[in-house]
C-alpha cells in the first residue's frame, strides 16, 4: 500500500507505515486488497436526471497509481460520473467497483464518508470557519492527537502550505487554497483522488505553476488520481490515460499518444488538438484527396467517401507560383507560425511552420501533407467509425 | 447583460438535479415540527364541524367579504412599504459611507421590541386628533389634527413595528453577497442606480421574499394595532366573535378564512423566491463589499434613519416615559415588575433554545433536499405565524386539556404554543443562511469521511451560526412580547412583562404600564443589542 | 472575540446577573393607594373560616381586584390561583376545556360570560345563603351565578366643552343630528351589548333598531373598550361616549381632577341608565365545592363589597354597604326595570349590530 508523506522524512515511513492500517480503521468499509492493480472499475453505468440520460453505458478501469483524465465539452456529464464515483449520485443502473468492491450496484450503495473516495472541488470548498491546520485534520478524526498533527504537518509541508497553518481560507489566493484542498483530501489516504476541474479557476501562469506542482504531488502520494476537465493541454500534461466523454458517452479511452495520433472517432480528433478534415475517396489500397494520395489500408470499401484528418504538424507548404493553394491567415505563436492557407477547392487547412518563416498573404504556394499515418472516418454515418492506423 | 446573467451562476449541475433521499436525522424532526404545525388546524376542522347555515350565511355576507378585502390591501400595502423602507435602510447601513452605520444598524433595527398593543396606544396618545402633538402645536392654532385612525394610521403603526424584519432578512444577504455580479455590471456601463436595481435587487430577492413574508403574516394576525387604530380587519371580526357571542365555531371557520388567505400569501412568496443559487462558487480570497459613497445624498439619508429611528423607537419610549412621569407626580407608587421580568427572559430563553433547534432540520430539509413534500414542511410551519394568538391558544387547550393533561398549563405547553406561534422566525433566518452556503462544503466534509450527523454538526450549523443568532435574537423578542397564548396557557401567577403590561392598559393605567412596558423594551435590548453587535463584527 | 464581541458580552451578562439580583430582592407587593383595601374590617356578615385551594379564572384585571383577591387567604384561609384574562376569551378557554377545566371558579367582567357558561352547562347552582344576599335583578334565574358588584351605564361628556344642562335627558336624544361626529362608542365591548341587549328587552327590537341607526347618522367613533373612549372624551376627540360609570374614577386616580371628562346619569327611567353586573360564578367540575362556596361568598362580604365601592367605584350589590360619595347613590338611579337575566341572550343583539353594519 503506498505510504505518502514528504521528502525528507524517511525516518518517520516506518511510524507511518501503521497508519495505513488505520486508515481502514477510519469507518471505511472499504478495500482490503489494493494488492488488486485496479484501483476504480465502472461498468456499465448509466444515469439520468429524470429526463434524457446524462451518463450513458459508461465503462472504464482506473489502474492502481494511475493519473486519469476524463475529458470533454461542458455538459457531456464528466462531472456527473465524479459524483458518481465519490457517491453524491447513484447510477440508475450498472456498477462502481473501488478495489475490487462494489460501492454502487444494483444491491449494495456505500454513503461518501464509507467509500474513502477524495475530491478537490472547482471551488476546493474550504470550510471558512476552520483554519488551514483545521481544514486538513477534519478528516483524520479518529488519529490520536499527536498522529493527526504530524500527518497534517507532512502534508502542509507537501503542498509547501507549511508557514500558513494558522491561516484562514479567506485570506489565501486561488493557488495556495487549492493545495490546501489538495493537502486536506490526501491526508487521510484516500483510495482514488477526484479532481474536478482543478485548473478552471487559476490564471495562466499560475495554472502551468500549478500544473506541475499537482503533478509532483500526486506523484509523490502514489495515489490513484481521476482528473476531470475540458483542457485538453491539460488532461495530456498530466494524464497516464485519457477518456474522451461525449454527451455521456464514452468515445475513447487511450494514453495521450494514441488518442492524439490514432482517434477513434471524428468527435475526438476534432476536440484534441487542431485538426482539419479533408474529404477523400478510398480506392484500393490509398486514399485520393486533393492533396495527393496517401496509402490507406483500413477496413473500409474502395470508393467510399471518407474524412481524412489532417494536423496541423502534418500539412507543409513551399512557395511555388504555379501553386493552386493560397495562404489565408497566418498567427504568430512564438514558438511556431500557424498559416491557414486556401485550397482551389476552397477548404482551408492548417500548416505549422517554424516561427521564422514568415509568407505574405496571398502567396501561392504547394501543399505536401504526409501525415506518420491515414486517419480516415466515413462521411457516411452509418459505416464503422475505424479508422485503423496503417503502419508506416 | 448576458454576461451578468451568466455570472449569477446558475450551474446546469444545480438545474434539474433531483437530490437524494434526506436522511432521517433530518426528515423526522422535519415532519414531526410541521405535523406540531397542525395542530391549530386541526382544531379548527373540528369546530368548524358544526357550523350550520348561519354561520355560512354571515361569512359570505357582503361586509365580512369587504373586512377581508381591506384586510388583504392592508397586508399587501404594509408589505410593500416596509419592503422599501427595509431595503433602503438595510443598503444605507452595509453598503454606503453613511457615518455612525454601527449605531444605526442596532438603533433601526430595535423598533421591534416594542409590541403593537404598546405602539397602537403610543401612536394614538402621540398623533391623535387630540394627542400630544395637538397640545404642542395648541398655541399656534392646531385645534384638531386629522384623524389617524383607520386604514392610514393602522398601516403606518404596522409598518414602523415590523419593517424590521425585512431589513434583518435583507441586511444579512447584502454582507454575504458576491460582489462579482455588481462589478461585471459596472464594467459593462450600469450606472449606480441600474446595477442596484438590475444586479443587486433580483439577487435580494429570497431575502427580501423571506422578511416581507413574516411582515405579511403578521399583518393578517395582528389584533393590537388594529384595534387601537380603528381598523377593522379580519381579525378584528375572529375577535368579534369571541367577545361578543362566545361563538367559536363562528370564530373558528373565520380562521379557516385566514388560514386560506395564508397560504395565498406563502404562494406568493414561494414563487417570488426564485430559484437561482445564491451561494458564491467564485473561489480566491474574498474581497471586501464595495461601499458607495454617499456624497451630499448624506444628510437625507441619515434624515431618513432618523426619523424612523425616532418615530418607531424614541417615540413609545418617550411617550412611556411621560406617562410614568405623569403618574408619579399625581401620587401613583412606582412599581417595579422583577418577577414577570425575569418570567419574561427565562421564558423566552428557553423557547428560543428551542425553537431554533426546530428549526435547523426544517431549514436543512428545505434548501438542501429539496422535493414537493420538504417544501409542504416548510410552509406548514408557517401557519401558526398567521393564526391571531388567540385561536393558536384556544387550540392548544382542546388537545392539550384532553391529550396531555399532565402538561396543560404548564410551562413546557406554553414554550409549544410559542413554537407553534413563531418558528417561522427561525426558519425564515435559517434558511437565508444556509441558500448563502455552498452544498460542496458537506459534500467536501462526507468525502472526508464525516458522517450525515457529523456533518452538520461541524460543517453546517457552525456556517449557520450567523443566521440562526439573527433568528434567535428576532424569536427572542417576539416571544417576550407575546400575550394571549400567554393569558390562557401559561402557569397561573406565572406573569409575564407582557401579560403586566395588558392588565393594566386595559383599564387605563397608563402609569402602571409605562414600567412593564419600559422594562420589556429594556430587556429586549440586549439580545437584539448583541445579535447587531455580532453581526457587524463578522463582516 | 474582538473588543465589541466583548463589551456586549459583559454588558448582556451584568443585565443578567442584575435581574437576577434585583428579583432576589422582596418583590414590591402592588399595594393599593390611598386606603388600604376593606380588609380587615369583617363585621356582620363575616365569612367563616375554611380551608382549601381553588383555581379562580379572573376576567377582571389585576390592577382592580388583585389586592382583594390577595387577602382572600388571609382573611378565610382559602388558598386562590388566579388566572387573570380577557373575559371573553377566558369563557372561551373554559368552554374549550370542557368538564376537565381546571378552573372552580369564573369570575366575569360581565354576565354575558356567565350566561354562555351558564347555557353550556358548566356552572353549577350557588347555595341559598349567598343568593339571598343580592337582589334577584341581579343574579342568574336558575342560580348558577350572581352578581358581585354594579356598573351603571352613563354618558362621559367633555367638561372642557359641555356642561350638564347641555346634555338630552335621555339617551335618545343623542340621535338628535347635531350631535353629529361628537359621539364615541364601544360596540363590540360586553357591557354596551348588554345594553343594547336590555333596549331590545324593555323598547322592542324596532325601538332598538332606530336607536342605533340614529346613532349611526351621527357617524360615531368606533373604540375598542371603554378606557380608550373615555379617554377619547377626556382629550376633546369626541365629547361624549357610552361606558360605565367607573372608569371616570380610575383615570382620575391617575390623572388628576384635571382629567377633562365626568359622568352624567341620564335622568329619564329609560334603558340608558341600565345597571350591569360583574360577577362569579362556581364550575359544576370545581373539586373543593366548600371552599369555592366561601369564595364567592368572600365576594359579598362586606369588607370585600366595601372595597368594591371604594376602590374600584363600582356599586355594592350589598344593600347597605355606601357607595362612593362621587357616584349617584343607587337609589338615584332611575335603573329600568328589567331581568338581568334575559341579557344572557346576547344573539339577537349580534345579529343586529352586524346587520346594521356596526360589528
Avoid at chain 1, 525516518?11 to 480503521?25: F, G, I, K, S, V
Avoid at chain 2, 454575504?176 to 433580483?202: Q, Y
Avoid at chain 3, 360605565?244 to 341620564?266: I, M, S, V
Wanted: glycine share 8%.
Amino acid at each position: 500500500m503506498s505510504i505518502m508523506f514528504g521528502r525528507n522524512l524517511a525516518p518517520d515511513r516506518e511510524r507511518l507505515r501503521t497508519r495505513d492500517n488505520m486508515a481502514y480503521n477510519t469507518g471505511r468499509t472499504v478495500l482490503r486488497n489494493l494488492d488488486n492493480s485496479v484501483a476504480l472499475t465502472l461498468r456499465q453505468v448509466y444515469k439520468s436526471f429524470g429526463g434524457p440520460l446524462v451518463i450513458e453505458d459508461l465503462s472504464f478501469q482506473v489502474g492502481h497509481k494511475e493519473v486519469f483524465a476524463i475529458l470533454g465539452p461542458s455538459g457531456c456529464g464528466k462531472t456527473t460520473t465524479l459524483r458518481l464515483i465519490a457517491g453524491f449520485e447513484r447510477p440508475d443502473s450498472g456498477e462502481i467497483l473501488l478495489g475490487g468492491q462494489a460501492v454502487a450496484s444494483p444491491s449494495r450503495w456505500l454513503p461518501p464518508e464509507k467509500r474513502g473516495v477524495g475530491i478537490v472541488f472547482q471551488d476546493y470548498a474550504l470550510f471558512p470557519h476552520l483554519s488551514v491546520e483545521q481544514n486538513v485534520a477534519f478528516g483524520l478524526r479518529s488519529f490520536p492527537a499527536t498522529q493527526r498533527d504530524k500527518i497534517v504537518r507532512i502534508m502542509l509541508d507537501m503542498v509547501g502550505m507549511g508557514q500558513y497553518a494558522q491561516r484562514y481560507p479567506h485570506e489565501l489566493s486561488g493557488g495556495q487554497q487549492q493545495r490546501v484542498a489538495l493537502a486536506r483530501s490526501l491526508a487521510p489516504c484516500p483510495v482514488v483522488l477526484l479532481l474536478d476541474e482543478p485548473f478552471s479557476n487559476l490564471d495562466a501562469d499560475m495554472r502551468t505553476q500549478m500544473r506541475q506542482e499537482v503533478q509532483r504531488i500526486l506523484k509523490e502520494a502514489e495515489t490513484t488520481a481521476i482528473l476531470v476537465t475540458h483542457d485538453q493541454e491539460e488532461a495530456f500534461i498530466l494524464a497516464d490515460r485519457v477518456a474522451l466523454l461525449n454527451a455521456g458517452q464514452l468515445e475513447q479511452v487511450g494514453t495521450p499518444e494514441e488518442i492524439y495520433h490514432h482517434p477513434a472517432t471524428r468527435f475526438v480528433a476534432g476536440f484534441v488538438g487542431e485538426a482539419d478534415f479533408l474529404d477523400g475517396r478510398t480506392t484500393g489500397g490509398t486514399v485520393e484527396t486533393e492533396v495527393g494520395r496517401f496509402p490507406y489500408q483500413g477496413p473500409l470499401a474502395p470508393d467510399t467517401s471518407v474524412s481524412i484528418m489532417l494536423r496541423p504538424d502534418d500539412v507543409d507548404l513551399a512557395p511555388d507560383p504555379q501553386g493552386e493553394a493560397v495562404i489565408a491567415q497566418r498567427h504568430f505563436r512564438g514558438s511556431e507560425n500557424l498559416y491557414a492557407i486556401r485550397l482551389s477547392s476552397g477548404k482551408v487547412l492548417h500548416s505549422s511552420q517554424p516561427s521564422t518563416v514568415i509568407l505574405p498573404l496571398g502567396q501561392p504556394v504547394r501543399v505536401q501533407a504526409a501525415p506518420a499515418h491515414v486517419v480516415a472516418f466515413p462521411q457516411d454515418p452509418n459505416l464503422t467509425q475505424d479508422a485503423l492506423p496503417t503502419p508506416s | 447583460m448576458e454576461a451578468v446573467r451568466l455570472a449569477l451562476a446558475i450551474t446546469r449541475r444545480d438545474r434539474g438535479a433531483r437530490p437524494p433521499r434526506p436522511p432521517t436525522l433530518i426528515l423526522a424532526p422535519a415532519v414531526l415540527v410541521a405535523a406540531a404545525m397542525l395542530l391549530p388546524i386541526a382544531y379548527l376542522v373540528v369546530r368548524t364541524a358544526g357550523a350550520g347555515e348561519d354561520a355560512i350565511h354571515l361569512l359570505l355576507r357582503g361586509r365580512t367579504l369587504q373586512v377581508l378585502a381591506n384586510t388583504a390591501l392592508l397586508a399587501l400595502t404594509v408589505t410593500a412599504a416596509t419592503s422599501v423602507l427595509g431595503v433602503a435602510l438595510a443598503w444605507l447601513t452595509v453598503r454606503t459611507d453613511l457615518p455612525l452605520r454601527r449605531l444605526w444598524s442596532v438603533l433601526l433595527v430595535l423598533p421591534l421590541v416594542v409590541p403593537s398593543y404598546v405602539g397602537g396606544f403610543v401612536l394614538v396618545a402621540a398623533f391623535g386628533p387630540r394627542g400630544m402633538l395637538q397640545q404642542v402645536l395648541a398655541p399656534l392654532g392646531v385645534e384638531r389634527l386629522p384623524d389617524i385612525y383607520g386604514f392610514p394610521g393602522a398601516m403606518v403603526a404596522l409598518t414602523l413595528f415590523s419593517y424590521p424584519y425585512v431589513l434583518l432578512s435583507v441586511r444579512g444577504a447584502l454582507a454575504g453577497m458576491d460582489p462579482s455580479p455588481e462589478e461585471a455590471a459596472r464594467s459593462l456601463g450600469c450606472d449606480l442606480r441600474s446595477t442596484l436595481l438590475r444586479v443587486v435587487l433580483p439577487q435580494l430577492r429570497p431575502a427580501i421574499a423571506a422578511g416581507a413574508l413574516l411582515v405579511a403574516l403578521y399583518t393578517l394576525s395582528d389584533f393590537g394595532a388594529v384595534s387601537l387604530l380603528q381598523f377593522e380587519s379580519f381579525t378584528y371580526q375572529i375577535y368579534i366573535q369571541y367577545q361578543g357571542s362566545f361563538d367559536r365555531t363562528l370564530a373558528a371557520l373565520f380562521a379557516l378564512v385566514l388560514v386560506c388567505l395564508t397560504v395565498a400569501v406563502l404562494y406568493a412568496e414561494g414563487r417570488a423566491r426564485g430559484r437561482a443559487k445564491y451561494y458564491r462558487s467564485t473561489v480566491g480570497s474574498i474581497r471586501p463589499l464595495p461601499i458607495v459613497p454617499l456624497g451630499r445624498w448624506r444628510w437625507p439619508a441619515l434624515a431618513s434613519c432618523g426619523l424612523t429611528v425616532m418615530a418607531a423607537l424614541a417615540l413609545p419610549i418617550f411617550v412611556l416615559a411621560f406617562w410614568l412621569v405623569q403618574g408619579m407626580t399625581a401620587g401613583q407608587p412606582l412599581q417595579l415588575v422583577w418577577g414577570p421580568a425575569l418570567n419574561s427572559a427565562y421564558a423566552s430563553s428557553v423557547a428560543t433554545v428551542v425553537i431554533v433547534a426546530a428549526a435547523i432540520p426544517v431549514a436543512i430539509l428545505a434548501v438542501r433536499y429539496q422535493s414537493p413534500l420538504s417544501a409542504l414542511v416548510e410552509r406548514t410551519t408557517y401557519i401558526g405565524f398567521a393564526l391571531p394568538g388567540i385561536v393558536v391558544a384556544l387550540a392548544l387547550v382542546f388537545f392539550g386539556v384532553r391529550y396531555a393533561t399532565p402538561l396543560y398549563q404548564t410551562l413546557a405547553m406554553l414554550i409549544f404554543a410559542y413554537v407553534v406561534r413563531f418558528l417561522p422566525q427561525a426558519v425564515g433566518a435559517a434558511r437565508a443562511s444556509l441558500l448563502q452556503v455552498s452544498p460542496r462544503m458537506e459534500e467536501a466534509a462526507r468525502s472526508l469521511g464525516s458522517s450525515v450527523p457529523g456533518t452538520m454538526a461541524r460543517i453546517t450549523i457552525p456556517l449557520l451560526r450567523r443566521g440562526l443568532l439573527a433568528g434567535a435574537g428576532l424569536v427572542f423578542l417576539t416571544v417576550m412580547k407575546e400575550l394571549p397564548a400567554t393569558l390562557i396557557l401559561s402557569p397561573i401567577g406565572f406573569e409575564t412583562l407582557a401579560t403586566s403590561i395588558w392588565s393594566t392598559t386595559g383599564e387605563g393605567l397608563f402609569a402602571r404600564a409605562a414600567v412593564p412596558a419600559l422594562l420589556l423594551i429594556l430587556v429586549s435590548f440586549i439580545p437584539m443589542a448583541f445579535m447587531a453587535m455580532d453581526d457587524q463584527s463578522g463582516q | 472575540m474582538n473588543l465589541g464581541r466583548r463589551i456586549s458580552v459583559i454588558v448582556a451578562g451584568a443585565s443578567l446577573v442584575g435581574l437576577l439580583v434585583t428579583s432576589c430582592a422582596p418583590a414590591a407587593a402592588p399595594q393599593p393607594a390611598g386606603k388600604t383595601a376593606g380588609t380587615s374590617q369583617t363585621t356582620t356578615g363575616a365569612p367563616a373560616k375554611s380551608s382549601g385551594v381553588i383555581t379562580v379564572y379572573s376576567g377582571r384585571a389585576k390592577g382592580l381586584v388583585g389586592p382583594l383577591l390577595d387577602q382572600v387567604a388571609k382573611d378565610i384561609g382559602v388558598e386562590v390561583r388566579v388566572r387573570y384574562g380577557d373575559t371573553a376569551q377566558l369563557a372561551a378557554a373554559i368552554l374549550e376545556e370542557g368538564n376537565r377545566t381546571p378552573a372552580d371558579v369564573f369570575f366575569a367582567q360581565d354576565a354575558g360570560a356567565l350566561g354562555a357558561l351558564s347555557k353550556a352547562g358548566q356552572l353549577t347552582k350557588l347555595p341559598d345563603n349567598i343568593l339571598n344576599r343580592v337582589d334577584k335583578k341581579f343574579q342568574s334565574v336558575k342560580g348558577e351565578w350572581v352578581g358581585v358588584s354594579g356598573r351603571a351605564r352613563v354618558v362621559a361628556y367633555n367638561t372642557q366643552t359641555l356642561k350638564e344642562a347641555d346634555l338630552p335627558e335621555s339617551i335618545w336624544g343623542f340621535t338628535d343630528p347635531k350631535w353629529k361626529g361628537r359621539i364615541g362608542w364601544p360596540p363590540t365591548n360586553g357591557s354596551f351589548q348588554a345594553f343594547v341587549t336590555a333596549m331590545r328587552v324593555l323598547e322592542g327590537e324596532a325601538k332598538a333598531r332606530e336607536w342605533l341607526k340614529g346613532i349611526q347618522a351621527n357617524s360615531p367613533k368606533v373604540y375598542r373598550d371603554n378606557t380608550t373612549a373615555i379617554q377619547a372624551v377626556a382629550s376633546g376627540e369626541v365629547q361624549v361616549a357610552f361606558i360605565n360609570h367607573y372608569y371616570l374614577f380610575g383615570q382620575l386616580k391617575e390623572k388628576g381632577e384635571y382629567f377633562a371628562a365626568r359622568n352624567y346619569y341620564p335622568k329619564k327611567g329609560d334603558v340608558g341608565a341600565l345597571m350591569n353586573v360583574a360577577g362569579a360564578g362556581i364550575l359544576s367540575t370545581a373539586k373543593d365545592k366548600k371552599a369555592a362556596e366561601a369564595f364567592v361568598e368572600y365576594l359579598l362580604s362586606d369588607g370585600a363589597q366595601r372595597y368594591f365601592a371604594e376602590q374600584t367605584y363600582e356599586y355594592p350589590m350589598v344593600q347597605w354597604i355606601p357607595t362612593d360619595p362621587r357616584i349617584l347613590p343607587l337609589s338615584q338611579i332611575q335603573a329600568p326595570n328589567i331581568d338581568l337575566t334575559n341579557l344572557d341572550d346576547l344573539n339577537g343583539t349580534l345579529k343586529l349590530m352586524q346587520e346594521l353594519g356596526i360589528l
